[in-house]
């Protein structure tokens, strides 16, 4: 794995915009964004999944970000952006997830889903409110405002207890992108890029 990546995680609860914000940053900076395999996933295999199920698409989400971080390398070295000081990927979920989604669902969570928490570095997290409306779809399981706000406090916990630098994103979705835009402008003058 290449650590000259600056690589941005969104997280938050589900239909919270992680997605959208994912989409829109990768359009702003010209950069490529990791998808959420889980979604892929459980399209494929049905929404009765069980905890083994998790570690699979804890790997495959892995896998899947190791591929996008020599697409964003590539795509870097061919757009020779003098703004775009080095490559980036954003990554629409991580390990954080799978913990949380484990231990919220199951009560406990894979061992390998810990150990790459560990291993993994990131520059950046961007933590999704809940305060925009939850939109029904066939994978969503949480639609009560109670639930998500729950996990909402779960990822905020880790987040705080954690080194890596994090920002909270609300508001509307101008709102979020302004928010999510300063706080990478940020982490790029951090690291004196």
Same mark, same amino acid.
Not at 128 to 141: A, G, M, S, V
């Given at each position: ?91 629409? #979920? *991580? ?7 484990? @231990?919220? =669902?199951?009560?406990?969570?894979? /061992?390998?889903? +810990? ?56 508001? #509307? *979705? ?7 835009? @300063?706080? =990478?402008?940020?982490?790029?003058? /951090?690291?004196? +890029?």
């Amino acid at each position: 794995m290449n650590k000259d990546v600056l690589k941005i995680v969104i997280i938050g609860p589900e239909s919270t915009g992680k997605s959208t914000l994912c989409e829109e940053l990768a359009q702003h900076y010209d950069a490529p964004w990791c998808p959420e395999f889980a979604r892929e996933y459980l399209l494929t295999y049905g929404t009765d999944y069980q905890f083994e199920d998790l570690l699979t698409i804890a790997k495959g989400q892995l896998a899947m970000e190791d591929e996008y971080t020599i697409v964003a390398e590539q795509q870097w070295r061919t757009l020779q952006n003098p703004s775009i000081p080095k490559p980036i990927l954003f990554i629409d #979920t *991580d390990m954080y997830v799978m913990k949380v989604w484990s @231990e919220f =669902v199951f009560g406990k969570c894979h /061992q390998w889903i +810990i150990d790459q928490i560990v291993e993994r570095k990131y520059d950046l997290y961007l933590l999704c409110h809940t305060d925009i409306p939850w939109e029904k779809d066939e994978l969503r399981e949480y639609p009560d405002l109670e639930t998500r706000e729950k996990l909402f406090h779960m990822y905020k916990d880790i987040l705080i207890n954690q080194s890596v630098p994090w920002a909270n994103i609300s508001g #509307t *979705d101008a709102e979020r992108l302004l928010k999510a835009i @300063e706080a =990478v402008d940020a982490v790029f003058r /951090q690291k004196d +890029i």
